[in-house]
């Protein structure tokens, strides 16, 4: 089962432009992450935000969360043509080390 | 630091027929997680292992799905027989981090099947 729901499913943007993904999730959780996936590949972490923090910067990358609606958002800002991937969202939950994901946005950033 | 390497890259096979995967994690990570990864879906987990033991297998279809991690370092992932519904993306996974069980998983690239 799917933890997260993201959103959009597909985005498609501009070299320049900035990309903002969306995940929503079911239950409280210990921390949310974001992965990413260049097509043919394994998964890659990029950034980690915990349950008590509203956001967190690395790079181009900004990771909000907002526990009240059990949302989080991931800003890439001044995207690139080699950020084009899927990106997941994921959590942990209750005690168990079970990390879910979320169904992924597909980014396709164009020249 | 090496990674998490997985073989084999891809395998096709016919089905009824038994395939094995194998997984050799981050040195030192106690923690390995075996995905199922459908084209277009974010990975579901099939089952986890704190060292050797499988602590969370609730996921794995047992009946003809099966894995072992001897000596609590690298695993196998086994599928027999293989049915054309299994055609997916097997992905490893591992994780350290001493009293830490939140924190950031490693993938491997992942073997792909594909069940004719």
């Known amino acids: 089962s799917q933890q997260g729901e993201e959103d959009p499913q597909a985005l498609s943007i501009q070299e320049g432009e900035n990309a903002t993904m969306n995940c929503s999730y079911k239950?409280?959780?210990?921390?949310l992450q974001w992965y990413r996936q260049n097509s043919g590949r394994g998964l890659v972490h990029l950034i980690l935000?915990?349950?008590?923090?509203r956001e967190k910067h690395s790079g181009r990358l900004r990771v909000t969360l907002d526990t009240s609606k059990k949302s989080s958002s991931l800003l890439i800002t001044a995207s690139r043509a080699a950020d084009t991937a899927s990106y997941f969202c994921?959590?942990?939950?209750?005690?168990?080390?079970?990390?879910?994901f979320g169904t992924g946005t597909r980014l396709q950033v164009t020249l | 630091e090496a990674g998490v390497v997985q073989s084999p890259r891809y395998k096709i096979i016919e089905k009824k027929q038994p395939v094995a995967f194998w997984c050799n994690p981050i040195s030192g990570h106690n923690t390995l997680y075996w995905y199922l990864q459908n084209l277009g879906q974010g990975p579901e987990l099939l089952i986890r292992?704190?060292?050797?033991?499988?602590?969370?297998d609730s996921q794995l279809p047992k009946d003809r799905f099966s894995a072992e991690r001897l000596k609590g370092v690298d695993s196998t992932l086994k599928i027999q027989p293989a049915e054309l519904g299994d055609s997916a993306v097997y992905l490893c996974?591992?994780?350290?981090?001493?009293?830490?069980?939140?924190?950031?998983?490693?993938f491997g690239e992942g073997s792909r099947l594909t069940v004719l």
């Open positions: 292992y704190e060292n050797e033991e499988a602590v969370d």
């Open positions: 996974a591992s994780r350290g981090g001493r009293g830490s069980n939140t924190g950031e998983l490693f």
């Open positions: 935000i915990r349950s008590n923090e």
């Open positions: 994921a959590a942990y939950t209750g005690t168990a080390s079970k990390l879910t």
């Open positions: 239950t409280s959780i210990n921390n």
